[in-house]
């Protein structure tokens, strides 16, 4: 019979003992990725989102807290809705780890909600999708305002705009279960580049083009890599049928530049039913829904 250990924020199976007075805290957290070098803590770049969570629930937590996120994003990449979970001993009403824990933070991370949860939950593992928006302005000039927060594209005098149509064509062409080699960065450290694509779509919201993409799982760079082929598409230097060229050539090379971080953000990730995680609107808060 397999007897499983505790630890901290591990995955906790049915009969796994866990310390008395031990507590599992999920939070809903929404940060501005410009100022950071990623959302995981590094050694060697100590301003990440994760070092300032953990610093300011440690804070409140009177003990040292360390955290897990539903998905690692890049340096620049924004999120509204990063899910994280933390193992404490601590005892705080929910009010103390939502405004408590701001109080800490700088301003550009802020925890949404947080609520205390069973030990079958896990950020990471329990996540049955996770979902991105990468969101575009195409204009002459670049605003003033959101310039860390979308990705500016400015098109030659003969176009008038980018070809949402074949864009959406060409997204369409991602759905369903493919090795996507060809969209994911050569450091890429997973160890299968074959992932599930449910939703790939391309839709016009006022001023922006926001390309929103949910899947079981994402490769490093997965989704820039992608907006760089469909970028390519809007402006009629490829055809759409060349995305499913490229998932059959599983070569990185091949595809199109990385788009840049300033218009990507992680949107929403999706649970079973029974953690009853709090609703939200995807955003971000600057788009029409």
Known sequence: MTEFV?????????????PEGMRRVVLQVEYDGSPYCGFQRQ???????QAELEKALSSVANEPVTIVCAGRTD??????SQIVHF?????????????????????SIRVVSAKEVGFDFHARFSALSRTYRYVIHVSQVRSAHLVNGVTWVKLPQKL???????MQEAASLLLGEHDFTSFRTVHCQ?????????????????????VQVTANAFLHHMVRNIVGVLLRV???ELKPSRVTELIALRDRSQAAETAPAAGLYFVNVQYPERFAMPMHCKGPIFLPL
């Open 43 to 49: 050694l060697t770049a100590p301003n990440t989102v």
């Open 75 to 80: 340096a620049g990449v924004h999120a509204t």
């Open 6 to 18: 505790y630890s901290r924020n591990c995955e906790v199976f049915d009969g796994t003992p866990v």
């Open 160 to 166: 008038s705009g980018l070809d949402v149509n074949a």
């Open 87 to 107: 193992d404490t001993l601590a005892s705080r009403p929910s009010k103390a780890w939502l405004q408590g824990v701001n109080t800490h933070l700088p301003f």
């Open 190 to 210: 997973a160890a299968s580049p074959v992932r599930t694509m449910e939703v790939a779509d391309v839709v016009q919201m006022g001023e922006f083009i926001v």
């Open 234 to 236: 809007g402006r009629g």
